[in-house]
Each structure stands twice: as structure tokens, then as C-alpha cells.
């Protein structure tokens, strides 16, 4: 069955590392996303791409990057963790624009 | 700034209650509104809807849109146990080629035997 991945499921790093979180699908989706879920904001979009080369900025995207070299993976980086970025982070990816999204397990990050 | 709030925020109920959740959005360019159950981990998705008025129906579950009033309802018939869940209500939003999901902070559903 096709699928949307995410690895590590848990992580812990200490502030200023890069760490760099993998998301992989498998419907061969256009477009993927992630969002973070914290306590009181609910899902907040970090960056999306709707394909190969191209990325976007989302809400909150200082601090984080992603690239999408390939249909199936759009990794995030986080250039220098900050406690500020213990997260619940989750990808998602959608087959077109105005379509819904289907969402991976999440990867839990505690910067400490 | 485009906003989606979801009431209540949390909800205590008892099985076999039915249960109304709502979403009020102000978001640029509306293309659709979606609900979404989250349990331990990845929100599923459950609705898409894109026109006033029509219901959309999966078993227990119903929802509606009021693209007048710039609102949702969830209703829940019969509930039980296994509806204790978050539920998150998001706006789709276009606008310059692109295309957005805005979610609100959710509503949290416990059901009780």
C-alpha cells in the first residue's frame, strides 16, 4: 500500500546540532508539507513544496529548511536546534492543490 | 491574517450522546474546509467540503458547511468510546498560485463509558 513515512519517530538533540528529518511518500503526491503541533498553537505550516525544485515558506519557517530534490522525499533541516523547537513534527502530502492531505505518524524532537 | 477557532475546545460526554463540534473561519480566498481525527498520532482525514449546504455523511459522523456565516459543524451520533479523539478543523486558502492549509488549535473529545 502506498504511504507517507517519517524517520526518526523520536529524537533527542542538543541545542545548536543540525538535525535533519525524513519524510518519504509513496502515491507520488505533488505536493508535501510539514507542519510542527505544540501544545496551544495546534498545526503550524513550516515549509511545503508542490514539486521537484520547488519549495515554499510557511508560518513559521525560521530556523528550518527543506529541499525536494525527487517526487517522493521532502527532508526538513533544522539548521541549529533551539530548545524553542521541541516539536511534534509532522509531514503530510496531498495528490494536487485543494485536495486533502494525508499525514505521516509525526517525529517527536526534544532539544535539550 | 487568516484565522480558523474551533469550539469547544474540549468536551466530556457520555456514550451514546450525539455531540456538535464547530469551526468559524476568516481566512483570504476559501477553496475548501476539512476535518480531521487525531488520536495518538497522525491526524486522518475524514471530510472535505467545498460548497454551503451539503452534508457529508460517513456513518456516525456528518458535517456541513455555511460559506455565508463562514462556518462548520461536526455533528457525532451515538458516540462512543472510540470517538474520543481531537478533532481539527483546517482551511484551505489559495491565493498567487499556491495553496494552503490554515488549522485550528482543535477540539478535544472524551467519551466515557
Same mark, same amino acid.
Not at chain 2, 467545498?50 to 451520533?77: A, P, W
Given at each position: 500500500?502506498? %504511504?507517507?513515512? =517519517?524517520?526518526?519517530?523520536?529524537?533527542?538533540?542538543?541545542?545548536?546540532?543540525?538535525?535533519?528529518?525524513?519524510?518519504?511518500?509513496?502515491?507520488?503526491?505533488?505536493?508535501?508539507?510539514?507542519y510542527r503541533q505544540d501544545l496551544g498553537h495546534g498545526l503550524r505550516?513550516?515549509?511545503?513544496?508542490?514539486?521537484?525544485?520547488?519549495?515554499?515558506?510557511?508560518?513559521v519557517?525560521?530556523?528550518?529548511?527543506?529541499?525536494?530534490?525527487?517526487?517522493?522525499?521532502? +527532508?526538513?533541516?533544522?539548521?541549529?536546534?533551539?530548545?524553542s523547537q521541541t516539536s511534534v513534527y509532522f509531514?503530510?502530502?496531498?495528490?494536487?492543490?485543494?485536495?486533502?492531505?494525508?499525514?505521516?505518524?509525526g517525529?517527536r524532537l526534544t532539544?535539550? | 491574517?487568516? &484565522?480558523?477557532?474551533q469550539?469547544?475546545l474540549s /468536551?466530556?460526554?457520555? %456514550?451514546?450522546?450525539?455531540?456538535? /463540534?464547530?469551526?468559524?473561519?476568516?481566512?483570504?480566498?476559501?477553496?475548501? /474546509?476539512?476535518?480531521?481525527?487525531q488520536?495518538? &498520532?497522525? +491526524?486522518?482525514?475524514?471530510?472535505? /467540503?467545498?460548497?454551503?449546504?451539503?452534508?457529508? &455523511?460517513?456513518?456516525?459522523?456528518?458535517?456541513?458547511?455555511?460559506? &455565508?456565516?463562514?462556518?462548520?459543524?461536526?455533528?457525532?451520533?451515538?458516540?462512543?468510546?472510540?470517538?474520543?479523539?481531537i478533532?481539527l478543523?483546517?482551511?484551505?486558502?489559495?491565493?498567487?498560485?499556491?495553496? =494552503?492549509?490554515?488549522f485550528g488549535k482543535g477540539t478535544k473529545?472524551?467519551?466515557?463509558?
Amino acid at each position: 500500500d502506498a %504511504e507517507i513515512t =517519517q524517520s526518526p519517530r523520536h529524537k533527542i538533540t542538543e541545542t545548536g546540532r543540525q538535525v535533519t528529518l525524513a519524510c518519504h511518500q509513496t502515491w507520488n503526491h505533488n505536493n508535501m508539507f510539514w507542519y510542527r503541533q505544540d501544545l496551544g498553537h495546534g498545526l503550524r505550516l513550516i515549509h511545503y513544496s508542490y514539486g521537484v525544485q520547488d519549495t515554499n515558506k510557511g508560518e513559521v519557517s525560521d530556523g528550518y529548511s527543506v529541499s525536494r530534490s525527487n517526487t517522493e522525499d521532502l +527532508p526538513l533541516t533544522l539548521e541549529s536546534a533551539a530548545s524553542s523547537q521541541t516539536s511534534v513534527y509532522f509531514c503530510a502530502s496531498s495528490v494536487n492543490r485543494n485536495t486533502e492531505a494525508f499525514f505521516g505518524q509525526g517525529t517527536r524532537l526534544t532539544v535539550v | 491574517e487568516d &484565522k480558523v477557532v474551533q469550539s469547544p475546545l474540549s /468536551l466530556v460526554v457520555h %456514550e451514546g450522546d450525539t455531540v456538535t /463540534l464547530n469551526c468559524s473561519y476568516e481566512v483570504t480566498n476559501f477553496r475548501s /474546509l476539512l476535518w480531521y481525527k487525531q488520536e495518538k &498520532k497522525a +491526524p486522518t482525514f475524514l471530510f472535505m /467540503l467545498t460548497s454551503s449546504g451539503i452534508e457529508k &455523511k460517513s456513518g456516525r459522523l456528518s458535517s456541513i458547511l455555511d460559506k &455565508k456565516e463562514l462556518f462548520s459543524i461536526l455533528n457525532i451520533t451515538a458516540t462512543q468510546t472510540g470517538d474520543s479523539a481531537i478533532y481539527l478543523c483546517a482551511v484551505g486558502n489559495s491565493g498567487a498560485g499556491s495553496y =494552503q492549509l490554515t488549522f485550528g488549535k482543535g477540539t478535544k473529545l472524551s467519551v466515557i463509558p
